[in-house]
């Protein structure tokens, strides 16, 4: 019989540190994995595909969650920029909030007023669509907290629906945000949407998408008169129509940029392992009757029978504990 071993002091020395310190960060597994496998060069190393809890995860944080989260609160803080100081009664709380998203945009039609803009329209919109991105940046703070948990969530999403990958290299693979690729993201988003805004402006674009599509919502809702009595106080209800639908799209544009650009960002500039084992959640052990296999573990009795066996730890149990040796024998 001829038996090869895999066997090297560093190695063993990495396995013992992981099982001392009680955790196995995802980045350490997949090195340490890479390090054990003796066929390692010989697999395929395109990007694993992504399971069916990640991609639920994009769509619930990023589509129910974040974009219409954003849209709300973007439709009335900018409906409050032009009309904030007619809602609510006069020195209640409603009405002091307000004042105070009608007051921040009068500096920057001031502005336009000294360096020579004569086009009021165009500075109004200039001035919507720039609060409008800033409010909704706000919200992006939401975002990274929850990015944290991805690799967490998803994975309980997949052992829910039993989707869960074969390995680990499907979680491990996403990009590990950090506050300045999500910002960073938000950011590059607007260096598209403030342009195309301002020219579907001068082009007449928004008026014909938008604010049209404004005015046949407001005629929809006025076909059920208990809907439509309760935007009735409202100092322009045609301009709130308008502002939804001119959010509707404009926020899902932002929305989608930010989740691109981010995770670009973060693949091209990934965070320290450090950052990583300090602020990314790493995946839960599994349940050890879960780690049941066909494959004979590595300390199983030889037989004289011929033939050649790949020996090592199944793939459940790579996840509750650190990788032990991988042994070839013939």
């Known amino acids: 019989m001829i038996r090869t071993a895999v066997s090297d002091t560093t190695l063993e020395n990495k396995s013992e540190n992981l099982e001392k310190s009680g955790s196995v960060p995802l980045a350490d597994l997949h090195a340490l994995n890479q390090d054990l496998n003796p066929f390692a060069h010989q697999e395929h190393e395109a990007k694993p595909k992504r399971t069916l809890g990640l991609r639920l995860f994009d769509a619930t944080l990023y589509g129910a969650f974040f974009n219409s989260t954003v849209f709300a609160a973007s439709t009335a803080f900018t409906y409050m920029t032009k009309y904030g100081n007619t809602v609510g009664k006069e020195a209640s709380a409603l009405r002091s909030v307000g004042n105070f998203f009608y007051k921040r945009r009068q500096p920057i039609l001031n502005g336009f007023r000294k360096i020579g803009v004569k086009n009021e329209t165009a500075a109004d919109m200039f001035t919507t669509v720039l609060f409008s991105f800033l409010d909704g940046s706000i919200f992006a703070a939401m975002v990274k907290p929850l990015e944290d948990y991805r690799e967490r969530i998803a994975f309980k999403i997949d052992n829910l629906l039993g989707t869960t990958a074969d390995n680990l290299k499907a979680y ?31 082009t007449g674009g928004n008026k014909k998408i938008f604010y049209n599509g404004g005015d ?115």
Not at 173 to 181: D, I, L, N, V
Not at 234 to 248: C, D, G, P
Not at 263 to 274: M, Y
Not at 285 to 296: C, G, K, L, S, V
Request: with cysteine.
């Open 172 to 202: 491990d693979a996403e990009p590990k945000q950090t506050w300045g690729s999500v910002l960073g993201g938000r950011g590059k988003t607007s260096l598209i949407v403030l342009p195309v805004a301002l020219i579907m402006e001068a």
């Open 216 to 330: 046949k919502l407001e005629k929809l809702v006025e076909k059920f008169p208990t809907l439509n009595a309760k935007f009735t106080g409202l100092a322009s209800k045609n301009y709130l129509f308008q502002t939804v639908v001119f959010e509707a799209f404009y926020t899902t544009v932002c929305t989608a940029g930010t989740y691109l650009f981010s995770r670009r960002i973060a693949i091209k500039h990934p965070p320290s392992l450090e950052y990583q084992q300090k602020h990314h959640m790493t995946l839960p052990p599994r349940p050890a009757a879960d780690a049941t296999t066909d494959i004979a573990p590595a300390d199983a009795p030889t037989t004289d029978t011929p033939g050649t066996r790949v020996m090592q730890p199944a793939h459940m149990e790579r996840i509750q504990t650190p990788l032990r040796m991988q042994e070839v024998t013939a």
